[in-house]
């Protein structure tokens, strides 16, 4: 495992998104809750998530809680008669798994003044049950 004083950020691009997180933080997420950041950084193609503001965690920056699914972020074209979008479980076996991810927006600004957008992830963890009815709709 990464020392957490050796960790490094990590930044990817998934779609038009662009995401980082801690090296560190994501090897422990990986450990404790079975999800990598690269992984759960899918939901955000869920346009049916939930997205909460966290209050009691947003002292020194604003924190926000999002519920969704994790398959959304697959698409797969398979033959030229049949194509396939969306939910596809056999790429996955999470693949219709729901998760709550945490996380927070910045911007990153070049030496040109140019302005990006940044979802930083901060932990993702597979849905409670109560979680898992807020999406559906059951609760």
Do not use: P
Request: overall charge negative; aromatic content about 14%; glycine content about 6%.
């Amino acid at each position: 495992m990464i020392n957490k004083e050796d960790s490094r950020t990590i930044t990817f691009r998934l779609g038009d998104m662009i995401f980082e997180y801690d090296e560190w933080k994501n090897e422990y997420n990986i450990e404790h809750h079975g999800i990598s950041f690269k992984h759960a950084a899918r939901v955000f193609f869920d346009y049916d998530r939930i997205e909460l503001y966290d209050e009691d965690n947003s002292k020194t920056e604003d924190r926000y809680d999002t519920i969704g699914d994790l398959s959304a972020g697959y698409a797969s074209i398979s033959t030229i008669e049949e194509t396939v979008i969306g939910n596809v479980s056999s790429f996955s076996k999470e693949a219709n798994d729901i998760i709550f991810v945490v996380y927070t927006e910045r911007i990153q600004i070049d030496e040109a003044g140019e302005k990006t957008d940044i979802t930083r992830l901060i932990s993702a963890r597979f849905a409670t049950n109560f979680e898992r009815g807020l999406y559906y709709g059951k609760c």
